[in-house]
T-cell receptor, first 113, second 117 residues
Framework: SQQGEEDPQALSIQEGENATMNCSYKTSINNLQWYRQNSGRGLVHLILIRSNEREKHSGRLRVTLDTSKKSSSLLITASRAADTASYFCATDAKDTGRRALTFGSGTRLQVQP | GAVVSQHPSWVICKSGTSVKIECRSLDFQATTMFWYRQFPKQSLMLMATSNEGSKATYEQGVEKDKFLINHASLTLSTLTVTSAHPEDSSFYIC?????????????FGPGTRLTVL
């Protein structure tokens, strides 16, 4: 399968709570990225973490990467209704020359006001 | 930041017709562009890699004669869905690759929603 796996597939939380999404991938990577997609819209790039990094922060976002387990997590703190969207991780493939990204299956986040 | 546009943003067509979707990198040159397809509530799946001045590389299971890709310039790639059928209805997203500062970054277009009646 081209895709990695994400869990949960769907997540519903209350405004103010934290949301954690997990992503697993299959190949060695140069970097891993997280994207957000509002329903029927294009992708919004959130954050990129390189394979030699373990954690990265950007505003209310915290991303971790464990290359030994081929997994990453995205934490959104103090969630807002506007965070409602689908979230995808995407990886490149190291040492293959392949530049296209492989996307995870996605997590649909619903933040209740 | 780098901007990628797609045109049209949505299109409705009759079964059997052909539809052309354009992907443009507005402020940088992209030797490589990528075409993805996304069915409802699913993830993006790579269809093909479009290289300027050469033939596109298609992923397994993607019919090259049905999805014609042309990358005639460093800022424009087109995807033509030939003899479209209802099962081709999907969200098509392109991205343009930019090599800069030792890194490779992809910039995504806003997508084109195709509905085939």
């Amino acid at each position: 399968s081209q895709q990695g796996e994400e869990d949960p597939q769907a997540l519903s939380i209350q405004e103010g709570e934290n949301a954690t999404m997990n992503c697993s991938y299959k190949t060695s990577i140069n970097n891993l990225q997280w994207y957000r997609q509002n329903s029927g819209r294009g992708l919004v790039h959130l954050i990129l973490i390189r394979s030699n990094e373990r954690e990265k922060h950007s505003g209310r976002l915290r991303v971790t990467l464990d290359t030994s387990k081929k997994s990453s997590s995205l934490l959104i703190t103090a969630s807002r209704a506007a965070d409602t969207a689908s979230y995808f991780c995407a990886t490149d493939a190291k040492d293959t020359g392949r530049r296209a990204l492989t996307f995870g299956s996605g997590t649909r986040l619903q933040v209740q006001p | 930041g780098a901007v990628v546009s797609q045109h049209p943003s949505w299109v409705i067509c009759k079964s059997g017709t052909s539809v052309k979707i354009e992907c443009r990198s507005l402020d940088f040159q992209a030797t490589t562009m990528f075409w993805y397809r996304q069915f409802p509530k699913q993830s993006l799946m790579l269809m093909a890699t479009s290289n300027e001045g050469s033939k596109a590389t298609y992923e397994q299971g993607v019919e090259k004669d049905k999805f014609l890709i042309n990358h005639a310039s460093l800022t424009l790639s087109t995807l033509t869905v030939t003899s479209a059928h209802p099962e081709d209805s999907s969200f098509y997203i392109c991205s343009a690759g930019r090599l800069a500062g030792g890194g490779d970054t992809q910039y995504f277009g806003p997508g084109t929603r195709l509905t085939v009646l």
